[in-house]
């Protein structure tokens, strides 16, 4: 059973920028998709983003369209999710997530453990 470890959460000023990455243990995802979630303080877990496991296929929330981009980084071997001019409704923990249907934003069984990313006013 594969694990996912995600890093690059912080702490910025709206309209800032923050890349996240998620890490594979053993490294490699395997033909697994890979997407992001995130979880706001009080709210309801949602998509963010996520990849297919070849090629270039991504999905996105509505949200986040246009804003945040979502690549495999073969260099590290890594999914990014490249975050630009975010917003204090952005801010949450962004979870990292494998499986079969996250494009079609269904969740998939494998998770980390989540990195928090505070956009500020």
């Known amino acids: 059973q594969v694990q996912l470890f995600e890093s690059g959460g912080g702490q910025v000023q709206a309209g800032g920028s923050l890349r996240l990455s998620c890490a594979p243990s053993?490294?490699?995802?395997?033909?697994?998709?890979v997407g992001w979630f995130r979880q706001a303080p009080g709210k309801e877990r949602e998509f963010v983003a996520a990849i297919l496991w070849v090629g270039t296929t991504t999905s996105y929330a509505d949200s986040v369209k246009g804003r945040f981009t979502i690549f495999r980084d073969n260099t590290k071997n890594t999914v990014d999710l490249q975050m630009n001019d975010l917003k204090p409704e952005d801010t949450g923990v962004y979870f990292c997530?494998?499986?079969?249907?996250?494009?079609?934003?269904?969740?998939?069984?494998?998770w980390g453990q989540g990195t928090q990313v505070s956009v500020s006013t």
């Open positions: 053993g490294g490699t995802f395997g033909m697994r998709n």
């Open positions: 997530n494998a499986g079969t249907n996250v494009l079609l934003k269904i969740e998939g069984r494998t």
